[in-house]
């Protein structure tokens, strides 16, 4: 099933995936589904299993660290885009504060995609480049 070339050129922002070719962002896009959040939501809790991304579409979620609010992502942002590699605790709750609408990958659906020589190969680069610019601060 064919997604729209909106859900494609949305996952083309998020940063991990920006070196994927058009292809590969095709075959992502078909695993992505739309998931409503009602305003008070918890989406992710800090410290449980990493199992899906979000790409926040409408609405806004506030991500908490140890109790406190840290910040605010709204349209275009996104969260939980390691877990789908490493399926690791969360770092942070993220709540909606209002009806939200999040463009959702869980991990099971992603990690097949990894078997493709060239979706790794840009995810790795993706990666050393932001662990490059994280040690050059």
Known sequence: MAKSPDVVDALRTVPLF???DKRALQRMAERVKPVEHAAGKEIAAEGASGVAFHLVQTGSVEVEVKGSVV???????????LSLIDGKPRSA????VEN???LTMVGWEFRPL????EITRALLVSLVSRLRDAESR
């Open 18 to 20: 920006a070196g994927l």
């Open 93 to 96: 709750t993220v709540r909606a």
């Open 100 to 102: 939200t609408t999040t």
């Open 114 to 117: 990894l078997d493709d020589v």
């Open 71 to 81: 910040r605010t992502l709204g349209p275009g942002d996104h969260f939980g885009e």
